[in-house]
């Protein structure tokens, strides 16, 4: 079946470090793969996206590449921010047949001034 | 609506009532998924429902739980005798047939239950 592993939290940086937040997949198929967001309080937001190989998904400065040969999806930002703190899911969907998404566990970061 | 809608935004219960937990999706979605989040953890998949086909009931955790979806739009999750443990945010997503491949899914903000 589908399985998504993300790093475990919280992490912890220092405002305006680089932020580099591990995913790896397995999946059926060619899975469409996703960087979700969750900030205080609030329901998941879509942060950025991948439908094939190689593709480069990015949004408010975070990006993720698409790594069919490993197997994963890894987030990445070059200075973060206070207001990146935030639970950070990983998610895919395979085209197999299920209509849902698998998501990974979420990482906590949190980025201290 | 522009965007999923969940109510109440948080609800406080006393162990043993029952509560109903209500998602209005987006126009036009025809997926609608719940997800429980418990302090602390990931998503945990309870009930999907698409169009007129039977529900995917997979993930309830038990049969205290229980999830309507009306005329193929607003769906009730209503969880009977609640228990302490019931005491997550409950989240409600919606996706056209097509959109979780290309667009993922689109979250509500959630209903924070608490049974004290």
């Known amino acids: 079946g589908n399985s998504v592993t993300q790093m475990e939290g919280p992490v912890t940086l220092s405002e305006e470090a680089f932020l580099t937040i591990n995913c790896t997949y397995t999946?059926?198929?060619?899975?469409?793969l996703f960087w979700y967001v969750q900030y205080p309080g609030e329901g998941l937001q879509l942060l950025l996206k991948?439908?094939?190989?190689?593709d480069k998904g990015s949004n408010k400065g975070f990006e993720a590449t698409y790594r069919k040969e490993t197997t994963s999806f890894h987030l990445e930002k070059g200075s973060v921010q206070v207001s990146d703190s935030a639970v950070y899911f990983c998610?895919?969907?395979?085209?197999?047949?299920?209509?849902?998404?698998?998501f990974g566990k979420g990482t906590h970061l949190i980025i201290q001034p | 609506g522009a965007g999923v809608s969940q109510s109440p935004s948080n609800k406080v219960t006393e162990k043993g009532k029952d509560v109903e937990l209500r998602c209005d999706p987006i126009?036009?979605?025809?997926?609608l998924y719940w997800y429980r989040q418990s302090l602390g953890q990931g998503l945990e998949f309870l009930i999907y429902?698409?169009?007129?086909?039977?529900?995917?009931k997979s993930g309830l955790p038990s049969d205290r739980f229980s999830a309507e979806r009306t005329g193929g739009s607003v769906s009730t999750l209503t969880i009977q005798r609640t228990q302490q443990e019931d005491s997550a945010v409950y989240l409600c997503?919606?996706?056209?047939?097509?959109?979780?491949?290309?667009?993922?899914?689109?979250f509500g903000s959630g209903t924070r239950l608490t049974v004290v």
């Open positions: 997503a919606s996706s056209t047939r097509q959109g979780p491949r290309a667009y993922g899914y689109t």
């Open positions: 126009s036009g979605h025809t997926a």
């Open positions: 429902f698409q169009g007129n086909s039977a529900p995917d």
């Open positions: 998610a895919l969907h395979s085209g197999g047949g299920a209509d849902g998404l698998t």
């Open positions: 991948a439908t094939k190989a190689d």
């Open positions: 999946a059926t198929g060619y899975p469409s």
